[in-house]
């Protein structure tokens, strides 16, 4: 249990201001958040965007709270493309990712997980190879820049509904073998893998090399514990492979009471981690 990290994701608490639910956090017994950008840097100025993120740093270090990381990267602001055929969109798209790298380094370093499915979407009149190997150029060069920056950038594998690049965590990895890269690997998202053919601890032995962040959530996206998922056999297989990355959870809701919401699902997770113990 202990050399499990427990973080939530921030958008969960809505509006709410990031000086009120940091402290719910720490209450709550989680030991880190990860942060959705949009929430937290209005405008992306980048003066404004770095003091910002000093500020949150200390708000966080003043709780005994530790950044996990960034998700949700591409959401805005707007137009934003990392495979578009417009050359000002797609730069646009790599700017803003190296920007939140420098971010991230003003946290001390953290995992910056890629689902973003619109923004990374290969368009109608683009080839699929021609896509990847697009994106495989344009890293190249990202990763030169980042060298240092004590982040790196996560693929996440997301539903064919969502986007038709990256859908399986095997593509996933496939990618990362391309790349070849410690700036770039992959996660695991227990959501996101509910059209794996594979049970999820036979998907996080295949590609545990590479899986450097989880996403905890139940299959329609609620907290875990509020559904029917079984997560045994996952935890049981992160144990035994000793995972020492975070355990993050990621909710499609703006729960009406966050801390009793947060706090009821952290009590099943050590459920879980207790039953793998014993």
């Known amino acids: 249990m202990d050399r499990f990290k427990l973080a939530v994701c921030n958008e969960l608490f809505g509006s709410m201001d990031a000086r009120t639910y940091i402290p719910v956090v720490k209450r709550s017994g989680y030991e880190g958040i990860e942060f959705a950008p949009y929430t937290i840097f209005p405008d992306f100025n980048v003066h404004q965007a770095r003091k910002r993120a000093v500020e949150i740093h200390e708000l966080l270090k003043g709780e005994g709270l530790a950044f996990s990381g ?36 003003e946290f001390g370093g953290g995992t910056l997980v890629l689902g973003s499915p619109r923004q990374r979407t290969i368009p109608d009149n683009t080839e699929r190879n021609s896509a990847i190997r697009r994106f495989i150029d344009e890293m190249v060069f990202f990763i030169e820049s980042i060298e240092g920056s004590k982040s790196m950038l996560l693929i996440e594998a997301l539903s064919p509904d969502q986007t038709n690049f990256i859908n399986t965590l095997q593509e996933a990895a496939e990618l990362v073998q391309q790349i070849d890269s410690t700036y770039f690997q992959t996660m695991f998202d227990f959501h996101n893998a509910r059209d794996e053919k594979q049970p ?79």
């Open 70 to 105: 960034f998700h949700w990267l591409l959401a805005y602001p707007d137009g934003m493309h990392l495979l578009s055929d417009n050359s000002d969109a797609r730069r646009k798209a790599w700017d803003h990712l190296k920007l939140l790298f420098e971010l991230s380094f």
């Open 200 to 278: 999820w601890d036979k998907l996080i032995e295949e590609h545990f090399k590479c899986i450097k962040h989880i996403h905890i959530n139940e299959i329609d996206g609620g907290a875990p514990g509020t559904g029917k998922s079984e997560y045994r056999n996952a935890f049981s297989a992160i144990k035994k492979l000793r995972y020492e990355g975070w355990i993050s959870m990621e909710v499609f809701t703006t729960p009406a009471d966050p801390e009793r919401y947060i706090s009821a699902a952290l009590q099943f997770q050590k459920k879980i981690f207790h039953l793998v113990e014993e």
